[in-house]
């Protein structure tokens, strides 16, 4: 599952607001960064090359991915870490990142809390969040082919995690109840660039959880299939572009 994410939808989807995510770090000066959900290090690579003089500590609760990432991204420390419960002592970062990550905790104001816990005072935390489903074409596009193979029992993975935490208001109420002093929140739209709906589609119905919940109903050949002709009805069947929308927000401990 890390290959086919990191190949076919970290250059599409994660780079761009990577790239966005990075400069917002750098202008803080950070000196020790610890980043949450850093997947297959994406972020982690831009930190490194951008803010030299950091030590990064990259962390993710998935094995695989913290075994892909530290083959591919050596700069970092890297760490099998639940957001939830770090391993950390208090006060040991400046900064926390995390590139969308946060949807994907159970219980999101105690993230936080650990989160602050970790930071010195005056610490930021940084991260983004997807929009609602409707804002990201290609997931919209995906979803829509997902529905179209699976007209009784969709997997339901899009809509409810990815952008599942998609109104301000609860990120913020969130930040605040962690004791997080809320300094910026943005809405971010960028363009996506994929070579075809096809590539696309494998990275999705491959390199997610939507993986297993295809394994679960079989017939993964005739899936893919229609997913990809629902994906290019509404793409496009050349090299395609879309909007994503995300939030981002900045937070003072």
Partial sequence: MPAAYEQYLVP?????????????????????ILELAAGTGVLTSNLLATAPSAEVTATD???????????????????QADAQRLPFPDGGFDLVVCQFGVMLFPDRVAAFTEARRVLASGGRFLFNTWGPLGTHGFEAALQAGLERAFPVDPPRFFPTV?????????????????GFVVEEQQELTLQGRAASTAELAIGYLTG???????????????????????MTARLGSGPVIAPMTAYVFRAAA
């Fill in 162 to 178: 990815p952008h599942g935490y998609a109104d301000p208001a609860v990120v913020v109420a969130d930040l605040t109840a962690a």
């Fill in 12 to 32: 599409v989807v994660f780079r761009p607001f990577a790239e966005d995510l990075t400069a917002k770090a750098a202008a803080l000066h950070p000196r020790k």
């Fill in 61 to 79: 609760l998935n094995e695989a991915m913290v075994a892909f990432g530290s083959a591919r991204v050596q700069g970092a420390v890297w760490q």
């Fill in 208 to 230: 997610t959880p939507v993986r297993a919940a295809l394994e679960e109903r079989g017939d993964g050949p005739a899936v893919r299939a229609m997913v990809i002709e629902e």
